[in-house]
């Protein structure tokens, strides 16, 4: 059974920076979402097991990184310049393919209970 936990989530102001972490139970090419209330889940972000493929969303295009720490398990979003509009909880996904990455929901196969963004204006 996959399990993943979210953490670093938080309260930012605009034009901060925030990590999250996400750990994982096995070894799983791995994405991000974020959903603000009263919006669709988004896509933000894809790695595959390896690290030699990456996705982003077109509105996290070079504000955001996404890495991955093989040995722990984990998966890191960096989230820099930060925008009132990124605040969302931010879910993580697990998908048991590993050498692709992915950008819809349907692509992953587990999902984390998600961590709160909060950016401030």
């Known amino acids: 059974q996959v399990q993943l936990i979210e953490s670093g989530g938080g309260l930012v102001q605009a034009g901060g920076s925030l990590r999250l972490s996400c750990a994982a139970s096995?070894?799983?090419?791995m994405g991000w979402f974020r959903q603000a209330p009263g919006k669709e889940r988004e896509f933000v972000a894809s790695i595959s097991w390896t690290g030699a493929s990456t996705d982003y969303g077109d509105s996290v295009s070079g504000r955001f990184t996404i890495s991955r720490d093989n040995a722990k398990n984990t998966v890191y979003l960096r989230m820099n310049s930060l925008k009132p509009e990124d605040t969302a909880v931010y879910y993580c996904a697990a998908r048991l393919i590993l050498r692709v990455t992915g950008t819809t929901q349907a692509d992953f196969d587990a999902w984390g209970p998600g961590t709160q963004v909060t950016v401030s204006s």
């Open positions: 096995g070894r799983y090419a």
